[in-house]
């Protein structure tokens, strides 16, 4: 099994390019990944509930705001304090207590985090949970490091290992499970590698049951971000007006791919030629239970009390959510847009639209062995594996990757080409641990020549497996 190569030492060459991709562009400035930070103490300020114009609810929603910009030089990063207050300022909106968390060194961010989970431990189990973190960042070990604020990051790899928050040792994991609820971690960062001259990102990630994970930008790439205090980064700054510009119906999911779409098409069209180079494609990884609206379900409930003015708008956006063939559902979506443009579900429609086409374009490759029959709902699926057929059919890799698994341990032919075929689809849609399991699964099968083009195809889609896995995923 590969693994992934020893840490080089320091060079003059990294040096510059860390350099250059932090203070080139022409005034912007690539923004790594991670949190961390300088103040000793827990400088954290708590939103009160009473803030004017928040909504009074009985949702408990928490969100933890974990911002650095103070770092060596040449590594400040300007914009994370204005990121912060304008997504302290909406999620409040949302109905969120809110603690911001500036400037804080480890064991500070650690203080900040062990009394975040321990509020969220104490939440119900429709809780929302929300952390953010802004700062640099580093992947070492194919684990993903938030960088404190003051800690160079471009110091030794051992230092920044036992410098650093661990994305999901120390802060996604620790958060207990929400079962009618949801966590939501978005890391706002691009990731700087640390091989000698070379600039990558973080490592792709599974979300554990409950949970969604957004980057800022795809796996294993960069971000990019002003180099002033006045504008907030690409990403934050589409988070902040979709999540305030929405409709209360729209899914946290359904918001973060919008965001997704946003980012990439701002970056695409940018007046700078060097911003569209470094247009980013962000990461999500979605393994939630529920359909958590963006607004308080009680907000959502007393719009939903009001008489409709179309009876069939509910009854079309019910039969959009219940297809599960990609093709079929591209063609719903778009009929339902077309006939309903102003309709508070059209967030959604183009979500599951966007989505679907992504999956007819995967289902059409040739390295997927995937047909229509595998997306028919049978009499035994569960609630779970329905949910799960639902969101593959538009374009979900981590579902279609758990739709496989549903076939790992059976051994007739037949479901084994079924377990293959939910891998490749996975790939297909960018899914670099499933491209990993594929090279293990091929490995143990006798194929070395498809388990090695798997293996460096999910190298490729940014996923680097941990130094210790033994040919077994963890």
Known sequence: MSRPLPLAPEKPQRRRLMRRSLLGLGGWMAQACGSAVQAAGYAGTQASAAVPGAPVVAETRLALLLGNRSYPSPFDLPPIPKNVRDLNAVLTRRGFKVTDALDLDLAASQVAMRRFIAEASQSPP?????????????????????IPAGLNPSAQGDVLNKGSLRLLDDVVRRIPERQQGMIIAVVDACRTGLKAG????????????????AFSTGAGKPAVAPAVE?????YTGSLVRLMDSVSDETTFPELLSLVRTDVRNTMLNHPVQAIRTLAQDPFIADHTHVWQPVAPRSVVASVEKKPAQDDTEEQDWARLQKLTWPAEVVQGAEAFLK???????AGGATVARDGAQAAVKALQRNDVRL???AFNVADDMNTEHQRDLIRAARGDKDAAARMASRYREVSSS???????????YAVALGNGIASYELAVHYRAKGQPLLASQFEARARELGYTPPPDLDNVRK
């Open 126 to 146: 429709d809780a929302t949970i929300f952390f953010y973190y802004c700062g640099h960042g580093v992947q070492f070990d194919s684990a993903n490091l938030l």
């Open 198 to 213: 070379e600039i990558t990102g973080l490592n792709q990630v599974e979300a554990p049951p409950g949970c969604l994970i």
């Open 230 to 234: 006045t504008q907030n980064t690409f």
């Open 339 to 345: 006939a309903r443009p102003g309709s508070r579900y």
């Open 371 to 373: 047909y229509r029959t």
């Open 414 to 424: 037949a479901t084994q080409s079924r377990f293959e075929g939910w891998l490749q």
